[in-house]
């Protein structure tokens, strides 16, 4: 495939209200898309990199200079790069996984749109619509909390996840639970504890939680096994799983009975897929994290969570819970799902006078 010129278009969305999430309290998302021109068709991938480097060690900034300096000259110098070879292009490059997710997604939508095949359809989706959960920061009280629940299952969502650290945990979860008996519930500590905290993470038992999702240190996967041996709610793995080898080691020793799978994290679509493939083998169930994506990375998520392993609600909330405007069409919430998109590629584009408008810099790179 010919790639005439990349685009990095960097955008600033405002949300709706401040965040409290895993980059930190946000009211604005910086975000880098990735606009892949060839001949045939344009393409478009997403950078979920934060601002600053607290959820991984990228950042935006960081990861526009990898792409510019690193990734796109040997993708202009390859003479037929395509989304199943860059990662072999890229070999000499360590790390930097968003940042190579966002450019290998731009060739892969390019692909497809060539050929008119939807990214559910390559990555092998089985269903047409997915569940899905949202994700609850910390307020300022358990008041607050239950309210904002309330508001979230009045809208729709079938799974509801909160954020949990020391000091705001059992009790805050057993409001929820209390109030609330019969929902999918889970929580996400984003490393927050140690392994001397598994009595106190235990008490979370009682509460018939889906899982905690990321208890421990990303680094301290043994850990997590040892956990696992002393709370009865399973235990998911987020930041720990980089790729599918990751995935199938941290299983293999038991630290995970449950795997998020974040595009990004793990460096694009088809290495998620094939973490997806490694856990179904395994007989772990994934489900689909989100990283506050527009609608270029929403629609991709979306596609991703309609593989058959996907047995969980995921993050893959509506263009609303976030955004007063997305850069694509919308994603709406319909009866707690989202329609998989079934146009060639991702499915969406950015709304170009939308995209105008959130621009806060546009740079051209050429072979």
């Known amino acids: 495939m010919k790639i005439e010129n990349v685009e990095l278009i960097r955008i600033r969305m405002p949300l709706k209200g401040a965040f409290r999430t895993s980059f930190g309290s946000q009211s604005v998302r910086d975000i880098l898309l990735v606009h892949v021109v060839t001949p ?24 526009q200079d990898v792409i510019k300096r690193f990734l796109l000259p040997p993708l202009f110098a390859a003479e037929n790069p395509t989304s199943a070879n860059v990662a ?14 966002a450019v290998e997604t731009a060739i892969l939508d390019a692909e497809l749109r060539a ?22 920061g ?20 079938v799974r509801i996840k909160l954020k949990i650290e020391p000091g705001w945990d059992v009790e805050a979860v057993k409001a929820v639970r209390e109030a609330n008996p019969d929902i999918l519930l889970q929580v996400d500590a984003n490393q927050a504890y140690e392994l001397a905290d598994a009595r106190h993470l235990a ?10 999702e990321q208890p ?32 199938a080691e941290a299983i293999a020793i038991g630290a995970c009975s449950i795997v998020n799978i974040k595009p990004g994290r793990v460096g694009g679509y088809l290495e998620a897929r094939r973490v997806h493939d490694v856990c179904e083998a395994s007989g772990v169930p994934v489900w689909c994290g989100g990283m506050l994506e527009s609608g270029v990375g929403r629609a991709a998520n979306v596609a991703l969570a309609a593989l058959p392993n996907f047995r969980f609600p995921g993050d893959t909330s509506a263009s609303e819970r976030y955004f007063a405007q997305d850069v694509t069409p919308p994603f709406v919430l319909e009866d707690g799902t989202l329609r998989v998109p079934t146009g060639p590629g991702i499915g969406v584009a950015p709304i170009p006078e939308v995209l105008a408008e959130l621009t806060t810099s546009r740079e051209v790179v050429t072979p």
């Open 88 to 101: 072999e292009l890229w070999t000499t490059v360590r790390g930097h996984r968003m940042a190579k997710a």
């Open 138 to 157: 910390i307020p300022g009280s358990i008041p607050e909390l239950l309210d904002q629940v309330a508001g979230y299952l009045g809208q729709g969502y």
């Open 115 to 136: 050929r008119g095949e939807s990214l559910g359809e390559h990555l092998g989706a089985v269903r047409d619509r997915v569940d899905c959960g949202v994700s609850i």
């Open 216 to 247: 421990l240190g990303e680094e301290r996967v043994r850990d997590h096994a040892e956990l696992a041996r002393v709370v009865r709610t399973p235990i998911c793995l987020d930041e720990s799983i980089v790729s599918a080898h990751a995935a």
């Open 203 to 212: 008490k979370l038992d009682p509460f018939d939680l889906l899982l905690i």
């Open 40 to 63: 045939d068709a344009d393409g478009w991938g997403e950078c979920v990199s934060g601002e600053d480097p607290g959820y991984s060690s990228e950042y935006i900034d960081g990861s």
